[in-house]
């Protein structure tokens, strides 16, 4: 399982690295204007990963925070201070000890984790408090997905960013669709509650986020399934449509959508 879970992430990990470059990309600027102004910020963004697991994400968080905040004062040369503050949900604490580690070796320090054992469908979190939130691989196993959604959208500021990535139901009726509705059974029974038949696109376009497919009557249909690089290059390229995508060796787990989604700014 351990040897699969690394494959999977080596396999998605160049349309991982696209959207996580998107999603900080206000992080990274602020620190970039820092430096080219010679000033220092000190604001806070601070993101919410739900369902964060073992933490195999923070290999792409830009590692920009604890080392700039500790040298703030003995570096002759400025430096931005923008803090990036993580919460991560998880309802299993017998990961965090992996968590931590994997916090540890992306260059997070300790200060900049703080873990919550929570149900997503009611975090103990503000309103309107987070500026990003990161969602990998849960909302096939939280039992009603709409009710996480609308908790990401209370707990995100306006014009705030969801990261999602989940696998979904095979769009049309066929072998792989079969497949996976005589098996959801006993997937949910031996992986956790995750099930095969989400169509997490319908959920999503009913949840008041918005992406670029605001525009189609159906956010499941116009979804042509592309490869894990030609995704990346469209999210790299400035896409912020909801895609759809298949992972080698992910046969029956598939296919995967991905995109970044916004609060809207007034709701
Ligand atoms: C398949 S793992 C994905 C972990 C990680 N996000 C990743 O991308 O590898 C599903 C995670 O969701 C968590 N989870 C399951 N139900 C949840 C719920 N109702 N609320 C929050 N997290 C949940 C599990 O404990 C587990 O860590």
Same mark, same amino acid.
């Given at each position: 399982m351990a040897t699969g879970m690394q494959e999977y992430e080596a396999a998605i990990a160049p349309l991982k690295q696209a959207l996580f470059d998107q999603l900080f990309s206000p992080l990274t600027a602020a620190a970039d204007t820092a430096i080219a102004n010679s000033s220092s910020s000190s604001s806070t963004f601070n993101v919410l990963e739900v369902?964060? $697991? +073992? $933490?195999? %994400? *923070?290999? *792409?968080? /830009?590692? +920009? !925070?604890s080392s700039s905040s500790s040298s703030s004062s003995s570096s002759s040369s400025s430096s931005s201070q923008q803090l990036l503050s993580v919460t991560g949900i998880e309802p %299993?604490?017998?990961?965090w000890q992996y968590t931590q580690q994997a916090a540890e070796a992306a $260059? @997070? $320090?300790?200060?900049q984790l703080q873990l919550v054992a929570a149900d997503a469908q009611q975090m103990p979190v503000e309103r309107d408090s987070f500026d990003a939130a990161v969602v990998t691989l849960v909302l096939c196993s939280v039992p009603e997905p709409q009710q996480a959604l609308s908790e990401l959208l209370r707990v995100l500021k306006p014009g705030g960013s969801l990261l999602l990535i989940e696998h979904v139901i095979? /769009?049309? *009726?066929g072998l792989l669709q079969l497949q996976q509705r005589v098996l959801d059974p006993l997937q949910q029974l031996l992986a956790d &509650?995750?099930? @095969? +038949?989400?169509n997490t696109a319908a959920v999503l376009q009913a949840s008041g986020f918005e992406c670029g %497919? &605001? &525009? !189609?009557? !159906?956010?499941?249909?116009? @979804?042509a399934v592309q490869s894990v690089e030609a995704a990346a290059a469209r999210v790299a390229a400035g896409s912020s449509e909801l895609m759809s995508f298949e992972v080698p060796g992910m046969s029956l787990i598939a296919p995967h959508i991905a995109g970044i989604l916004k609060k809207p700014v007034s709701v």
């Open positions: 369902g964060i $697991g +073992t $933490g195999p %994400n *923070f290999q *792409f968080y /830009p590692a +920009t !925070s %299993n604490p017998a990961m $260059g @997070l $320090g300790q200060q095979a /769009p049309r *009726f &509650n995750c099930h @095969l +038949t989400r %497919n &605001n &525009n !189609s009557d !159906s956010w499941v249909q116009p @979804l």
